[in-house]
């Protein structure tokens, strides 16, 4: 139960809803590198509830699917980020968010370079 393979998990599905198929894994393990290290810059009293929420999330797969959300094909993962994305709770909608706005920066900033 890595953190960095959820955090992997999610940029990937990102990356196929955002990029094109040309994309690099080179790319992609930059992009999870730097999201785990602006959630790291992220003062204790966020990062930690954003940590469990993550774990939250990857568990929340098995509930659903039958396994963890790292462990789902694409078109599982796709629906499963969805369904967070459109809940009724505000903090799922808030996770999904979070996380596309801060794969998009990451991805325009490096595009910018």
Known sequence: MSYPQIITA??????RRYAGEGQDSARE????SQIIERQN????????PMRVLTRIF???GLVVCGHRF???????????FDAWKKSRF???????RFYESLYLLIVLQ???R
Request: with cysteine.
């Open 110 to 112: 490096e595009d910018a």
């Open 10 to 15: 999610i940029t990937m599905e990102l990356q």
């Open 58 to 60: 990857d568990f929340w």
């Open 41 to 48: 810059a992220m003062p204790d009293y966020l990062r930690f």
């Open 90 to 96: 505000n903090v799922c909608r808030n996770f999904a």
């Open 70 to 80: 790292q462990n789902l094909d694409p078109a599982e993962q796709a629906r499963m």
């Open 29 to 32: 393990s930059g992009v999870v």
